[in-house]
Structures are given as structure tokens and as C-alpha cells.
């Protein structure tokens, strides 16, 4: 288990992004929804993005291999979420984590 911290104003920063994206609407499992994900790709992988605050806790599943049926790519509330997920791992250097398959 590995544990980390950030700053007040990067929490903030993230929270703020979550509620442009529309996290906080979204359901938790993005693959059984069939408004966002009418088409499921095989393969692909699964990113959970979780907020805990004092009082609640919102958490989305978010399959990444949901696409639309007529335009073959993400829709738009999952293009907004993956940006976020992004984000997310940009802002919390989330890449220190990962080890290549080659050092495991």
C-alpha cells in the first residue's frame, strides 16, 4: 500500500474539475449504462476515479472501451471524463506509481 498527499489548492483544483465534468452525475458503472455506452469494444481497460469528502463519496467505473454507435468514439459526457481522469493523473503524478511490466 502506498500512501500520498497534495496540496488544499490541487484538491480544490480537481474537485472544481470534477464538477465541469460532470462526475458527480454520472453513474457509478459507466459499462451498464446504454446512453453512454451503446457499444462495448473488447479489451480495453477500466479506470475507477473515487472523491471522498467529509459527508459523501461518489465513485465511477468508467470502461474504456464504450464508444457511439454512429460516430465509432466516446461521447461526449466520457471524452469530459477521461479528460478529468487525466488530469487527475497529471496533477497527482500518478506515472511514479506504475512500474513497466519489464521491472515487476
Known amino acids: 500500500m502506498a500512501l500520498d498527499t497534495t496540496s488544499a489548492g490541487t484538491l480544490s483544483s480537481l474537485v472544481s474539475m470534477a464538477h465541469q465534468a460532470g462526475f458527480f452525475e454520472l453513474p457509478y458503472d459507466i459499462l451498464h449504462d446504454r446512453a453512454l455506452c451503446p457499444i462495448a469494444r473488447t ?13 459523501s463519496a461518489k465513485a465511477v467505473k468508467n470502461y474504456h472501451g464504450c464508444v457511439d454507435s454512429t460516430l465509432n468514439s466516446a461521447t461526449p459526457q466520457l471524452v469530459r471524463l477521461r479528460a478529468f481522469e487525466t488530469e487527475i493523473d497529471s ?13 515487476r
Open 43 to 55: 479489451d480495453a481497460p477500466t479506470v475507477t476515479t473515487s472523491i471522498f469528502a467529509r459527508d
Open 91 to 103: 496533477a497527482l503524478k500518478s506515472s511514479r506509481w506504475v512500474r513497466p511490466a519489464s521491472r
